[in-house]
């Protein structure tokens, strides 16, 4: 049983930051992908960031240069560092993990994840 928790969501002004944090627990031998998506009220859900095993990290546009993703291979976590947030980032932000073994071909691609956490809310405003 593979389990994701997030945490560090929350209401923050506009320009202001966060820190969510993803933590990942049960028996799997290996976590190979993890990224974030949000699901703003109304809209389909959409990709965040990704980051590989070996720490190549990627990005949607809107994000560039204001979001960071990292990782903690020991504690299974994956954090993602949010600056200069704007109302349009207003969202429930998910993880997701993939403990595939199989190559990878879109990092932001949902169909990539086979694990996906509760979310956890961000307002910005």
């Known amino acids: 049983h593979v389990q994701l928790v997030e945490s560090g969501g929350g209401s923050v002004q506009v320009g202001g930051s966060l820190k969510l944090s993803c933590e990942v627990s049960?028996?799997?031998?290996?976590?190979?992908?993890l990224g974030w998506f949000r699901q703003a009220s109304g809209k389909e859900r959409e990709a965040v960031a990704a980051?590989?095993?070996?720490?190549?990290?990627y990005y949607v546009d809107s994000v560039k240069g204001r979001f960071t993703i990292s990782q903690d291979s020991a504690k299974r976590a994956v954090y993602l560092q949010m600056n200069s947030l704007k109302p349009e980032d207003t969202a429930m932000y998910y993880c997701?993990?993939?403990?595939?073994?199989?190559?990878?071909?879109?990092?932001?691609?949902?169909?990539?994840?086979?694990?996906w956490g509760q979310g956890t809310q961000v307002t910005v405003s």
């Open positions: 997701a993990a993939s403990i595939s073994t199989l190559g990878i071909r879109n990092p932001l691609g949902a169909y990539e994840y086979g694990y």
């Open positions: 049960g028996h799997i031998y290996r976590v190979n992908l």
């Open positions: 980051i590989t095993a070996d720490d190549r990290t």
